[in-house]
């Protein structure tokens, strides 16, 4: 009988684990999740900020829906078993995986994947009153919130305010922005009644990055009109307003808010990538963690104290403080599950497993607005155009390793011509 592995999440990290370990044929790879889709984060931007106002009515759902691959379409003919359920512990002395009806699944080995969570920090109204970006049903309550405030922009100004200067948040609030320029350039918006602010606590934007790669993305957010407030905080949010003051000791330049007691302002639409914890279901699993929640693995990816049962992505953290931290990216779950599905090999095969060495820099790339992007790739940063094609180009990659090549192309002009209808 061949050795089980289990997947507990079907996000970057798990899926492509899953695939990688399903070409060695050896073993009954069982994927669980509870949706139905792969979600592919980094176009949820695009749906939240899709025109659905000038081509025909089903374009609403088929945007919605855009950013979201059939996993039975995926992991067809590929020999990994997709369970659709959602997992309730893990009894580790028995090598099993309790779902919430109270059934199991025995494993010889485990990997454990399921991500982030939205984190609010405690921000009073925050979670009940702003826009996450983590799903498909956030995109769209983005995009309608945004399409329901621009219908008032004929009698006064719309704010519209987004808090986090990630990735996530900075593409959001370009992309945005581009939508909005094109409607006032067809002239179905009024000109200059739909403002942009773009909060970080950082002191700039793409923080992760070096400040070259972040001053180029906030000239470009500048030049698209987007107000960019670093070194201050969300402290209050409710309904159609917001309160932001200045990071303590470290007053913006110039900011409204350099006092640094809290203002408040109006606000009709707020987005909130301003940060993630480590998924639900880590509170209850028995294993190591940090003050985060994160599962504590070693160089190999294997928890502490946990033989055969791996973590990666978002859930885990090194439990070696020296050790450099991975970035939390898709690309990084991407790198990270090859290495793992290796290592699961090797422990099902009681052989040595091997550290994962990191690259000695990550590649970067995102768009911020329309048909522009600013990547960093072995030390050179490049913008423009040029930037894009490099983004969609990514794109595609990944794409291709999910999916046979044709179907991955695709997929990929379908989407690319959906949204391209915003740029």
Not at 69 to 91: N, P
Not at 112 to 124: E, H, K, L, M, P
Not at 218 to 229: D, I, K, N, S
Not at 245 to 272: F, L, N, V, Y
């Amino acid at each position: 009988m061949s050795s089980r592995v289990v997947i507990v999440g079907a996000g970057f990290g798990g899926l492509r684990t899953a695939l990688a370990l399903a070409k060695h044929g050896a073993y009954e790879v069982v994927l669980v999740e509870k949706n139905s889709t792969h979600v592919y984060t980094p176009w949820l931007y695009e749906v939240a900020s899709g025109r659905t106002d000038s081509v025909p009515h089903g374009n609403a759902n088929t945007l919605q829906h855009s950013a979201g691959l059939s996993l039975a379409k995926i992991l067809h003919g590929s020999g990994v078993q997709l369970r659709h359920a959602t997992v309730a512990r893990v009894d580790a002395t028995h090598r099993h995986v309790v779902f919430d009806d109270g059934n199991t699944l025995a494993y010889d080995a485990l990997v454990v994947a399921v991500g982030s969570q939205v984190s609010y920090f405690g921000i009073s109204g925050l979670q009940e009153y702003s826009l996450p970006l983590k799903t498909l049903d956030d995109a769209a309550r983005i995009r309608n919130c945004v399409a329901q405030a621009m219908t008032h922009a004929a009698q006064r100004d719309v704010n519209i305010v987004i808090g986090g200067g990630g990735p996530s948040g900075v593409e959001l609030v370009a992309e945005l922005a581009i939508m909005v320029r094109a409607r006032e350039q067809r002239g179905t918006l009024p000109r200059n009644r739909v403002h942009f602010t773009l909060v970080d606590a950082a002191s700039r934007v793409l923080s992760m990055c070096r400040p070259s790669v972040s001053r180029k993305a906030e000239e470009r957010l500048r030049a698209l009109g987007v107000r960019v407030l670093s070194n201050t905080m969300v402290t209050k949010l409710a309904q159609n307003m917001v309160s932001i003051a200045s990071k303590p000791g470290s007053a913006p330049s110039g900011s409204p808010i350099a006092g640094g007691e809290p203002r408040t302002r109006s606000c009709h639409c707020m987005g909130w990538c301003g940060g993630v914890a480590p998924s639900a279901l880590t509170a209850v699993l028995d294993m190591p963690k940090d003050a985060r929640g994160r599962i504590q693995i070693d160089a190999t990816g294997e928890v502490v104290g946990h033989a055969n049962v791996f973590a990666l992505g978002d859930v885990a953290t090194y439990a070696d403080a020296k050790a450099p931290p991975l970035p939390q990216t898709a690309q990084t779950a991407d790198a990270v599950a090859e290495h793992i599905a290796r290592n699961v090999v090797a422990a099902l095969a009681r052989k040595k497993l091997a550290s994962y060495v990191q690259p000695k820099s990550w590649p970067f790339v995102i768009t911020v607005g329309g048909r522009w992007g600013v990547a960093e790739i072995a030390g050179f940063v490049i913008t423009g155009f040029v930037g894009y094609a490099i983004r969609r180009a990514a794109d595609l990659r990944y794409l291709s390793r999910i999916l046979p090549l044709l179907a991955a192309v695709r997929v990929w002009r379908s989407r690319m011509k959906l949204y391209a209808k915003n740029d």
